[in-house]
């Protein structure tokens, strides 16, 4: 999980009761999961990841950058020298070509991926956001009036909130 409730409630400057809570938590799932799809990636990783490509090309572009160290290369089942290949932190590069195969490469490398600041701010934002427009069917109210009540609803496109599209829009990769 990348937010919790309480950072919601906190936001809110609310108390969850046990139901509130779980309406929450199946709101970050959502919303977190619409952030790893749109944006191509996760955005807490840690450890060894390995990964499996095609030959036939030198440049490797990984699932979880920033590269923190290239473990190992092997091409065809065999060790690659580590002095020839070259970190660019999103993608690796070989010196030599290896041969079209499928598979063929295999690339470990280390990631440490943390939650940027301001896109754990617009998720929690958006998790309220969604919390607090429960009621309303999911509308955000645009406009309230009392005396002689009158309430317009605003309906997005595509159900994103504009902050939450433009800092979404910085960390997206392009499908591969």
């Known amino acids: 999980m990348y937010i919790i409730n309480a950072q919601v409630a906190s936001f809110l400057n609310v108390t969850f009761t046990p ?8 709101i970050i799932a959502a919303v ?3 952030a790893n799809s749109y944006c191509n990636r996760l955005f807490i990783v840690s450890g ?3 990964e499996k490509f095609d030959g036939g090309v030198d440049a490797f572009f990984v699932k979880y950058p920033p590269i923190n160290i290239i473990v190992l290369v092997t091409v065809d089942g065999s ?3 580590l002095a020839d290949v070259v970190n660019y932190k999103s993608y690796v590069k070989l010196q030599t070509k ?7 490469v295999v690339i470990v490398y280390t990631s440490s ?16 956001q969604i919390f607090k427009s ?22 997005r496109q ?19």
């Open 134 to 155: 429960r009621e309303d069917g999911g509308k955000d109210v645009s406009r309230v009036t009392v005396g002689s009540v009158s309430i317009d609803w605003l309906v």
């Open 32 to 34: 977190e999961e619409y």
């Open 48 to 50: 060894n990841q390995t």
């Open 79 to 81: 060790l690659y020298n």
């Open 19 to 26: 139901t509130e809570q779980a309406v929450v938590d199946d």
């Open 98 to 104: 290896p041969l079209t195969g499928s598979q063929n």
């Open 113 to 128: 991926i943390t939650l940027p600041n301001d896109l754990k701010h617009a998720l929690i934002r958006w998790t309220s």
């Open 158 to 176: 595509g159900g994103i909130p504009d902050f939450v599209q433009t800092v979404l829009n910085r960390y997206r990769l392009d499908p591969i």
